[in-house]
C-alpha cells in the first residue's frame, strides 16, 4: 500500500470527489404511475438515500423511484463514535428523508420490507402491502448473529449493548458509559472480519477511553478481547492508547487468550480460555451478516453476505437486483459509509443505463476511514478501487504514519469533519 496522503476533504468538494451518480410526483398508493420504469430501494442508509438520490436526480424524471426504510430518520453509525467521546450530540448524527421527497419525488415509504418474489418482482411489506419494481437495490445493512459469541442473545444487548446498529442501542451504550464510576471496568469483544466499520471497535475504545480520562478516572481499565490476531490501523491506535491512555486499555488477540467460552451479562463477566474478565459495562460485537431481506431475496450467499459482479454492483443471482454497501462483498473495499455511498453511484448509472439506455461509464471507487483517538489526533486509512479479476481491487492506497506531529494529526480530525457535512449533504440533501 502507497504511503502518499490526499488532500484535505470538504463539504464543497465531497460529492465531485465520491464520484458521478427522481423526479416524480408521490402516488398514495404503492402502484405508482406504471409509463415509467420503477427502482424500489431497500434500506435508507449511505448507500439507499445516495443510490436513491442519484437515481432520481439524474434521470429527470424518467425513472419512478421508491425508498423503503423503517424509521422516519437515519442515525449515522460514522461519527457515533464521536458521540460516545463527547464531541457531538446525538441529533447531529441524525438525519431525515424531507429533502429527497420535496427536492427530488422520491416516494419515501416507512415500514419494514419482508420478502421479494423475484419472479413478480415484487417487495412485501411487514404490513402486506406489495411494491412492485423494475430493478431492485439492495441496501440493508447488517443483522447481527448474536449466537456467534456464546451466552449473547438479542435480550442480553438490552443490558450489554452491541451499538452496531446506530439508533437506541447507540444511546444506550452511551447512557452505560457515562453512569460508569472510577474503578469500573469495561470489557469489550471486538467483531471478527468481516465486520461492518464504522462504527470502529478501536475508535470506540479511543472514545471510552477520553470519556474515562475526562472524568479523571485513574483506576478503570478497559479491556479488548478480540477474535482477530491483527486490526486496522492497529500500530496507530496503540501508539495513541500508550500516549493517552497509558495504562488504561489492555488488548488481547486469540493468541493471548485463547478463545471466548462465554459471556454472563448479569454477572457482568467474559470468560476465555485464559481468564475471567469483569466489567460493569460490557460491549459484545458479535459476528455479522447481510441485513435479513438479503437473504429472504436469495441473493446472500453461504458467508451471509451478498456476491456481487465489481463493474456494476449487481448481484450475481439476479440481473434485476443490485446490492450495496455492508450487505455486500465488495472484495478490498471495507463495510463503511464512504464505500456504501460510492458503490450506491456506481449502481445508479448502471441501472439508469439498464432502464433509459444512457451510458455507463466504467466503475470507479473510493473509501476514506478517519479515527479519532484523542482530541484532534485523527488518523486515516484509504483507497481507490476498480474492478479487476472479478473484484472490486485497490489501485492506490494510503495511510497515517505513526509519529506523525500534532499540527498533521489535528487537519486529518478536521477533514473528517468536512468529509461527514459533504457525505451527509449527497445523502440528504
Known amino acids: 500500500m502507497s504511503t502518499t496522503r490526499t488532500g484535505t476533504i470538504s463539504r464543497r468538494s465531497f460529492g465531485l470527489l465520491a464520484g458521478t451518480g427522481v423526479a416524480s410526483l408521490a402516488l398514495p398508493t404503492y402502484l405508482r404511475a406504471q409509463d415509467k420504469p420503477r427502482v424500489v430501494i431497500v434500506g435508507g442508509g449511505a448507500g439507499g438515500a445516495t443510490a ?3 437515481v432520481a436526480k439524474d434521470s429527470k424524471g424518467a425513472i419512478d423511484v421508491t425508498l423503503i426504510e423503517d424509521s422516519d430518520t437515519f442515525t449515522t453509525c460514522f461519527f457515533s463514535n464521536l458521540y460516545l467521546g463527547g464531541y457531538r450530540d446525538f441529533n447531529s448524527i441524525t438525519h431525515g428523508y424531507d429533502a429527497l421527497v420535496s427536492t427530488y419525488g422520491i416516494r419515501k415509504v416507512t415500514g419494514l420490507a419482508m420478502a421479494v418474489d423475484r419472479m413478480a418482482k415484487t417487495v412485501t411489506m411487514a404490513d402486506g402491502a406489495v411494491v412492485p419494481y423494475d430493478r431492485l437495490l439492495l441496501s440493508p445493512g447488517i443483522d447481527i448473529i448474536y449466537g456467534s459469541v456464546p451466552g449473547y442473545s438479542e435480550d442480553a444487548a438490552e443490558t450489554a449493548p452491541h451499538a452496531w446498529k446506530a439508533g437506541p442501542q447507540t444511546e444506550l451504550l452511551k447512557a452505560r458509559l457515562d453512569a460508569l464510576t472510577d474503578g469500573q471496568n469495561i470489557v469489550m469483544i471486538a467483531p471478527p472480519n468481516p465486520y461492518r466499520c464504522p462504527p470502529g471497535p478501536y475508535e470506540r475504545v479511543s472514545m471510552m477511553a477520553h470519556v474515562l480520562k475526562s472524568k479523571g478516572f485513574t483506576n478503570s481499565k478497559i479491556f479488548v478481547i478480540d477474535p482477530k490476531d491483527k486490526f486496522s490501523k492497529q500500530g496507530l491506535f496503540q501508539e495513541g492508547w500508550d500516549k493517552h491512555y497509558p495504562g488504561m486499555v489492555e488488548w488481547y488477540g486469540p493468541d493471548v487468550h485463547g478463545g471466548i467460552k462465554s459471556v454472563d451479562v448479569a454477572a457482568g463477566t467474559v470468560e476465555t480460555d485464559l481468564d475471567t474478565f469483569e466489567g460493569a459495562l460490557l460491549n459484545i460485537i458479535p459476528a455479522q451478516k447481510a441485513g435479513a431481506i438479503a437473504a429472504a431475496a436469495g441473493v446472500a450467499g453461504d458467508s451471509g453476505f451478498c456476491p456481487i459482479d465489481a463493474a456494476s454492483m449487481r448481484s450475481t443471482m439476479d440481473e434485476a437486483i443490485f446490492v450495496i454497501g455492508d450487505a455486500s462483498i465488495a472484495g478490498d473495499m471495507p463495510k463503511s459509509g464512504f464505500s456504501a455511498n460510492s458503490q450506491a453511484k456506481v449502481a445508479a448509472m448502471t441501472i439508469r443505463a439498464d432502464l433509459t439506455g444512457s451510458k ?5 471507487y473510493s473509501n476514506t476511514c478517519w479515527s479519532l483517538i484523542d482530541t484532534d489526533d485523527g488518523v486515516k486509512v484509504g483507497a481507490q478501487y476498480e474492478p479487476k479479476e ?14 506523525e506531529d500534532a499540527a498533521l494529526r489535528k487537519a486529518t480530525y478536521e477533514e473528517s469533519i468536512g468529509w461527514y457535512d459533504g457525505i451527509v449533504a449527497d445523502m440528504f440533501s
Do not use: C
Open 52 to 54: 436513491a438520490k442519484y
Open 360 to 364: 455507463a461509464f466504467p466503475a470507479k
Open 390 to 403: 472479478g473484484k472490486i481491487a485497490s489501485v492506490e492506497g494510503f495511510i497515517s504514519q505513526t509519529g
